[in-house]
Nanobody
Framework: QVQLVESGGGLVQPGGSLRLSCAAS????????MGWYRQAPGKQRELVAA???????NYADSVKGRFTISRDNAKNTVYLQMNSLKPEDTAVYYCNADLPPLWSYWGKGTLVTVSS
């Protein structure tokens, strides 16, 4: 079994920054892609950013230039640096990890609130 635990959420003013972390633990031999998704009230969950084991990244258009995803393969941890936060970034942020052959795991989520 694999567990993902997110941390780093909270309340921040518009224009501020937060750094989310997600650590994977358990029966892990390797992890393929890791990513961050978010779900705002009344909306569907959407991809924010993803990163492969080789470091290739993919971002939602709405966060390009503001958010940066990174990972530490030795620690099975993925990070999301969020800068220039906007009220529309308010959501529960979920960590996802894809393990071979076709397993996908989710964290329980961390709330990010951007408000003055």
């Amino acid at each position: 079994q694999v567990q993902l635990v997110e941390s780093g959420g909270g309340l921040v003013q518009p224009g501020g920054s937060l750094r989310l972390s997600c650590a994977a633990s358990g029966s892990i031999f390797s992890i393929n892609a890791m990513g961050w998704y978010r779900q705002a009230p009344g909306k569907q969950r959407e991809l924010v950013a993803a990163i492969t084991s080789g470091g290739s990244t993919n971002y939602a258009d709405s966060v390009k230039g503001r958010f940066t995803i990174s990972r530490d393969n030795a620690k099975n941890t993925v990070y999301l640096q969020m800068n220039s936060l906007k009220p529309e970034d308010t959501a529960v942020y979920y960590c996802n990890a894809d393990l071979p052959p076709l397993w996908s795991y989710w964290g329980k989520g961390t709330l990010v609130t951007v408000s003055s």
